[in-house]
């Protein structure tokens, strides 16, 4: 059933995804309502009213569920049991099962595989024997990475040898986790989508995404990759939300090998940073069209206006002060997000800024230069 505005929608965490899709509900003219256990949380800040509850209080989710008209999610570490008892309310969108897949690395690549698409080599390690057997399947350098809860390149150690390897394993107090080969990129890729409850999808156009130390920097829209890569990108992207019978805005992060291989990553079951750009350069954002998805409305188009170079903020930026904002409103063709977070930290997301241009390598020059005054 359609939900029009007026309407409820619950949205599970309060970070800047959440805030950001608050903005987005809101101009439509829905009520948001959040539930997020911090009591300073960015999308709080601007929704109709915030719920201050851990994942897991039933009593809390029973209130937050009986309010609701519909509930979606900006972050994927959500209990998948909290997610099922809160589908007894009312819709739950995307459903636990799509959250779970995402939840554990080598789930996840399970999936990627039973989907017919590649996953960057990989062993599965539950004990430092797994540890021993690896290098059958996969190379060093290789990346041990816990199974759970890592994000912004947490829980991730770059390892050399077997031996480094049990090492690091034994530091990570022996959870499950992968050893991934470490694989040569020529770049990385994403593809950002919506898929509808009648099982239609919309691809965003592909960005291209630059890390600095496991978190992503910069993101480059249209990708400088040909039409044919992009093409295999997004239908691979819609087979997995096919697959999982996704409804909601999903994201797929891909590895470009220097072979001219076409790696999955990893996948968020939600809105995601390398689609921040859609704000400011695509006729509908990443956040309407979850808002569009889950009400049951009609597509957003995702047509690119212009060539954009989106650049995340992070806490280091801060130092002691503010960072030079002049030096960036300066730019009359740059967009400023700040989420409303207190306390800058090394490695916090704390905004981002866009840069548009009609040509992509002025914007790349310019939101370079504008970053560099930011320092
Ligand atoms: N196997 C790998 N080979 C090369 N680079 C990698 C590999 N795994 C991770 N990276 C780099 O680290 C970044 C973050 O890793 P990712 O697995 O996406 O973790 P997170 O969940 O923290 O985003 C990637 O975007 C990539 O730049
Ligand atoms: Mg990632």
Redesign the pocket.
């Known amino acids: 059933m359609t939900l029009l505005p007026g309407s409820t929608i619950g949205m599970l965490g309060g970070g800047q995804l959440g805030r950001m899709f608050t903005v987005a509900a809101r101009t439509l003219g829905y009520r948001v309502l959040i539930l997020e256990p911090d009591f300073h949380s960015p999308a709080a800040q601007l929704s109709d009213d915030h719920i201050i509850a851990a994942y897991d209080d039933e009593v809390a989710l029973t209130a937050f569920g009986q309010r609701c008209d519909v509930i979606t999610t900006e972050f994927e570490n959500i209990p998948a049991q909290t997610l099922e008892f809160l589908a007894q309310f009312c819709p739950v969108r995307p459903s636990a099962h799509a959250v779970k897949m995402a939840q554990d690395r080598i789930v996840e690549k399970e999936f990627v595989r039973a989907c017919g698409l590649q996953p ?1 080599p990989f062993a599965a390690i539950h004990t430092a024997a797994d540890i021993a057997a690896a290098p059958h399947s996969i190379q060093f350098p290789a ?1 041990l ?1 816990t199974a759970r809860m ?5 829980g ?1 150690v770059t390892v050399h040898s077997v031996a480094e390897a049990q090492a690091a394993f034994a530091q990570l107090h022996g959870v499950a986790c992968v050893l ?4 040569e ?1 020529e770049r ?1 890729i994403s593809v950002i989508l919506a898929r509808s409850v009648g099982g239609e999808v919309r691809c965003f156009p592909v960005a291209e995404n630059e ?1 600095h130390n ?1 978190i992503l920097h910069q993101s480059i829209v249209p990708a400088r990759i040909d039409a044919a890569l992009a093409a295999a990108a997004q239908a691979a992207a819609t087979r997995m939300a096919d697959k999982l019978e996704f409804v909601g805005v999903m994201a797929v ?1 891909f ?1 470009v090998t220097r072979q001219g291989e076409l790696l999955i ?2 996948m968020a079951p939600r809105t995601h940073n390398s689609g921040h750009y859609t704000l400011d350069a695509c006729i509908t954002s990443q956040f309407e069209q979850q808002v569009r998805m889950v009400c049951e409305l009609p597509f957003g188009a995702t047509d690119l206006l212009s060539p954009v170079v989106m650049v995340n903020m992070l806490g280091d930026l801060w130092h002691d002060a503010q960072p030079n904002w002049l030096a960036l409103l300066q730019s009359t063709n740059t967009k400023l997000h700040l989420y409303g977070k207190h306390e800058a930290r090394p490695g916090r997301k704390m905004g981002h800024y866009c840069t548009l241009t009609p040509q992509l390598d002025d914007a790349l020059t310019e939101a370079a230069h504008i970053f560099q005054q930011l320092q």
Not at 150 to 154: R, S, T
């Open positions: 960057v990346i990475k890592g994000y912004d390149g947490k991730q991934e080969q470490r694989m990129l990385e890390h496991g992060e590895f990553n990893e």
